[in-house]
């Protein structure tokens, strides 16, 4: 490895770490929802980590039966909302179609009627330090292998243009 790359690795992990040690959780695809229960509606908030909606995500609705009940998009507030008919365990997801996604758990304790839902989490969860740190290292180690490629390449593009010959200049 040339002097000039190995400071450049050198710098780049430095860099890295900085920022992992002092940088707020990442979140990868970060996603979370909110419920806003009332009068038998349910409606669920879909948002990015950052708190932008996911507006007109598709949303599909399963009830406890297996069931897909309702399939839609959120409106452009990130909000889906439906009427359960049945008691049970109700799984509402929403997609992008980005790669972003999430999926809310509902229990409806009797029908049409939701009382005191266990919410569970949304699935904003935060990639561990470690994890972030390993795949900013592969990132930063990635784009230097493309620029060493690149500047092979280029080299080999110079040494063929010229017939493979040196070109001494008097």
Known sequence: MAH???SVAQSAIVLALMLSWSAPAA??????????????VI???F??????????ATTTVTGPDGLVHQRGKTDRSGRVAFVPSLAGTWHIVASDGMGHRSAA??????????????VT???DTPL????AVVLGLSLIGNLLHVADVWRRRSRRT???????RAVSKH
Not at 47 to 56: D, E, I, K, L, Q
Not at 128 to 131: C, G, L, R, T
Not at 158 to 164: I, R, V
């Open 4 to 6: 000039w790359q190995q």
């Open 27 to 40: 979140h990868g695809h970060g996603v979370r929802w909110t419920l806003d229960n009332g009068t038998g």
């Open 43 to 45: 409606v669920l908030a």
């Open 47 to 56: 948002t990015y980590s950052g708190g932008s909606p996911m507006a007109f």
């Open 105 to 118: 758990v509902i229990p409806v304790v009797r029908d049409a009627v939701v009382l005191q839902p266990t």
């Open 121 to 123: 989490a949304g699935s």
């Open 128 to 131: 561990p330090p470690a994890v």
């Open 158 to 164: 110079t040494a063929s243009s010229d017939g493979g």
